[in-house]
């Protein structure tokens, strides 16, 4: 069974950093692109992010409000994945989730959306 | 605001058939598959259709979805009160490079 656990939420002050964790098991972690998604209070879903395989070059891309500020990354050793938030704004609070993605090649692109969710982790930025 | 639009709220009596609808545009549902998700009330998003009309395993058959031009819908039949959640639709965004999401739909039974 798919088990995805985020850690690492909580109350910072505008500004500031965090890291968010996910713990992956049940499947081969290695082998899945990965992604977070968000969800502002009472609002609706936003993708943050996504990370490739490193068979698929282990690269990263961003949404534009998060761009330069977060970064994902991931350990298969620990079948853990992360991301790194840093500049973080108000508008930044929301619950995380970490996802398994489907990746699909689409008329020569390749997409991913995403699949299996974890239960989140709350990030409150406020002073 | 969310890329994709849905209307915020849906209901029905138990047993009815609803139908929650989802609209974009050509370079998003008009192109690239879509797909939708539950998510009952504090818990996380689970995948309820794919590739327009296809179930993950366990999803029962009383949950359809389609797709034409630059729209797409997710019907319900056989209303349960287990039903009521919130509803999102999502496809792949050529031009954003990412997936985008509608802004959920409330479902009340």
């Known amino acids: 069974e798919v088990q995805l656990v985020e850690s690492g939420g909580g109350l910072v002050k505008p500004g500031g950093s965090l890291r968010l964790s996910c713990a992956a098991s049940?499947?081969?972690?290695?082998?899945?692109?990965m992604s977070w998604v968000r969800q502002a209070p009472g609002k609706g879903l936003e993708w943050v992010g996504r990370?490739?395989?490193?068979?698929?070059?282990?690269?990263?891309d961003y949404a534009a409000p998060v761009k330069d500020r977060f970064a994902i990354s991931r350990d298969d050793s620990k079948n853990t994945l992360y991301l790194h938030m840093t500049s973080l704004k108000t508008e930044d609070t929301a619950v995380y989730y970490c996802?398994?993605?489907?990746?699909?090649?689409?008329?020569?692109?390749?997409?991913?959306?995403?699949?299996?969710w974890g239960q989140g982790t709350l990030v409150t930025v406020s002073s | 605001q969310s890329v994709l639009t849905q209307p915020p709220s849906a209901s029905g009596t138990p047993g009815q058939r609803v139908t929650i609808s989802c609209s974009g545009s050509?370079?998003?549902?008009?192109?690239?598959?879509v797909y939708w998700y539950q998510q009952l009330l504090g818990t996380a998003p689970k995948l309820l259709m794919y590739?327009?009309?296809q179930r993950p395993s366990g999803v029962p058959d009383r949950f359809s979805g389609s797709r034409s031009g630059t729209s797409a819908s997710l019907a319900i039949s056989g209303l349960r009160s287990e039903d009521e959640a919130d509803y999102y639709c999502?496809?792949?965004?050529?031009?954003?490079?990412?997936?985008?999401f509608g802004g959920g739909t409330k479902l009340t039974v």
């Open positions: 996802t398994t993605d489907r990746v699909a090649l689409i008329r020569g692109v390749i997409t991913n959306i995403p699949d299996y």
């Open positions: 049940g499947f081969t972690f290695s082998n899945e692109w």
């Open positions: 990370i490739r395989i490193k068979t698929d070059g282990g690269t990263t």
């Open positions: 050509s370079s998003n549902i008009g192109t690239n598959y």
């Open positions: 590739r327009n009309n």
């Open positions: 999502a496809a792949w965004d050529d031009s954003l490079s990412g997936p985008v």
